[in-house]
């Protein structure tokens, strides 16, 4: 089983949908929680970390439920210029400086 | 701020050739991790550097990739002798692992190198 968990898509959305995206992480012990971004042919860019309380940056929204070992990813609004991968990346414990990245959801908005 | 830096770009050459790519972390970060991308495998971490000491090599996928840090504004990683199945893209991203501890964690990445092996 991967340490990190994602479901690859890709999503098809219309312009101004709502989408959610999901990730699971195996170990329990994981400290630090993050979404990045990867357009295609660049690098991943941070988007935002993610807190136990849940956070809001403009449209986007991250929750955090560490009982159940999974992290989400809304999009509100969504615009053409979201179209990119989502990357789920996770520290475990011991390893605090290494990111453990998902393998990605793909994410396409449609005119 | 410069970001990550890295180079080549691009690097085409042929299978047995050795491979050096190039990075140089942003000023002031202490810790610099090499990645490897491809379709099949997505981002592997291959080796992290915190104040140019190696910390974690287990990424690393045999003897022929080798990566030094010899000071804090560079660092390379080789490949010799190169195969195809190398063929990937390459990252280089750095952090400062300080005193807030998120931000701790924030890794900014290079633009990557291409690496093809034929």
């Known amino acids: 089983r991967k340490e990190v968990e994602q479901d690859p898509g890709p999503f098809n959305v219309p312009e101004g949908a709502t989408v959610a995206f999901n990730c699971t992480y195996s170990?329990?012990?994981?400290?630090?929680f993050f979404w990045y971004r990867q357009d295609c042919r660049k690098e991943p860019k941070l988007l935002m970390s993610?807190?136990?309380s849940g956070n809001e940056d403009g449209r986007f929204t991250a929750q955090l439920n560490r009982a159940s070992q999974y992290i989400s990813l809304l999009i509100r609004d969504s615009k053409l210029s979201d179209s990119a991968t989502y990357l789920c990346v996770v520290t475990f414990s011991g390893s605090a400086r290494q990111l453990t990245f998902g393998s990605g959801t793909q994410l396409t908005v449609l005119p | 701020d410069a970001g990550v830096i890295q180079s080549p770009r691009h690097e085409v050459t042929e299978m047995g050739q050795e491979v050096t790519l190039r990075c140089k972390p942003i000023s002031g970060h202490n810790s610099l991790f090499w990645y490897r991308q491809t379709m099949m495998r997505g981002l592997e971490l291959l080796i992290y550097f915190n104040n140019n000491v190696p910390i974690d090599d287990s990424g690393m996928p045999e003897d022929r990739f080798s990566a030094k840090m010899p000071n804090a504004s560079f660092s390379t990683l080789k490949i010799q002798p190169s195969e195809p199945r190398d063929s990937a893209v390459y990252f280089c991203a750095s952090s400062n692992t300080g005193t807030v501890v998120l931000a701790k964690n924030i890794q900014y990445f290079g633009a990557g190198t291409r690496l093809s092996v034929l």
């Open positions: 993610v807190y136990s």
């Open positions: 170990n329990s012990a994981s400290q630090s």
